[in-house]
């Protein structure tokens, strides 16, 4: 079960993932491997800068003529054989899914990995109308099987190692067989489990990395297949693709499929690279539909800081370098989006005093925007939202007391000898800010008084 955001805070939620020494392990290992890999492979690129600076340009320019871009995008598709629709929200997303797979009278759907489709909580929408989904990731399959919730852009499942893999597997789909911990043990039972259901699909519902206004194009990259066979097996293929994953020209692509692969999975390209253009006579789906999603995105495009979070390309880079994201996991941002883009974007989507705790989770070390692909300075869109979000009442109080103490040197003064008295250790309006903080021990000479003694 996925979704945009879940219930209570990030406070509420780290405390048990920072209990679970089990899931540090896991984390800690599979973050530290890609993090090496991608090292790797970006120090072999002279030019990666200048393709960062190239990703991060081209996104800027979209964003600003996104409407332009959009109703091109629309024309191409349409030219190409394609419909397209438009969803407001996760809701009308969801209600056009389930119409095209009623009219097609299809009871279940395939689907390769879709954070956008996990955002809308599609899977449990067709569920509800009575439609099975198929999620055929492998790590997607896990988390589904298992009715967990992704911790990870890239790596859903990053959360479980083989043996419980294995587990999960063994309980659900061996059909009795024992299964071995090996990966080519779990991903041939995945294997089995899902070619015959790929066989007889005929609808597909899918994401999308890239589209592009100029052709209509769509593009899907990922590494084991299942993605490929699911946008060219079916007879029907719904993309659900947020707005923000345009990009102008196919030539665009050059940029992006080399910074996605390097970032993401620490790759020089990746393994399947699928580019679709409408529909094409006896060749892979034969009815093509887009549905454009929105979901909070415009409101998003109108903060000037935060719209940056829209430029991402959720490679994962900055949760793999992330000190916060590596100790407490996904699961603590209760969104599909955790980690530093998380951070940032899952409150712009979500809306004004939704999730406002988010941007909180975060030691702004700066490690996220060093890496990320487009350059987002995540640390400043962090800062800008901190400043948005709903205070405590008790912290708007103790906010004002300082400004109206440091408003006036004698009053400042005052509050040094008191601090220095020890009769401030704590700061008795604001409990909840101290329950993880200590105030800084005020030094016993301010500097004025020292400079006032020091021997001439
Ligand atoms: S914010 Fe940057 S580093 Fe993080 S997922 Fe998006 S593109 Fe990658």
Known sequence: MS??????????????????????????????????????????????????????????????????YLEEFEASVTRAGGVVHWARDGREANAVVIALAREHGVEEVVKPKSIATDEIGLNDALEGAGIAAIETDLAELIIQLDDDFPSHVLVPAIHRNRAEIREIFERTIAEGRSLGDAPADLAEAARLHLRERFLRARFAVSGANFGVAETGTVALVESEGNGRMCVTLPEVLVTVMGIEKLVPRFADLEVFLQLLPRSSTGERMNPYTSLWTGVTEGDGPREFHVVLLDNGRTDALADEVGRQALRCIRCSACLNV??????????????????????????????AGKADSLPFASSLCGACADVCPVKIDIPEVLIHLRGRAEKPRGERAAMRALAWTFGSRARYQRAQRLARSGRLDRLPIMPPWQRMRDLPVVPKQSFREWWRERPR
């Open 3 to 68: 979704s945009l955001i879940g219930e209570g805070t990030f406070e509420d939620r780290a405390p048990m993932a920072l209990g679970n020494a089990q899931l540090r392990r896991n984390l800690g290992k599979a973050t530290s491997t890609i993090r090496a890999k991608r090292a790797g492979v970006v120090a072999e690129l002279p030019d990666w800068e200048a393709l960062r600076a190239a990703g991060a340009a081209i996104k800027e320019r979209t964003a600003r003529h996104l409407d332009r």
């Open 322 to 351: 992330c000190p916060v994201y590596e100790r407490v996991g996904g699961h603590a941002y209760g969104s599909v989006y955790p980690g530093p883009i998380g951070a940032i974007l899952t409150p712009q989507l979500a809306g």
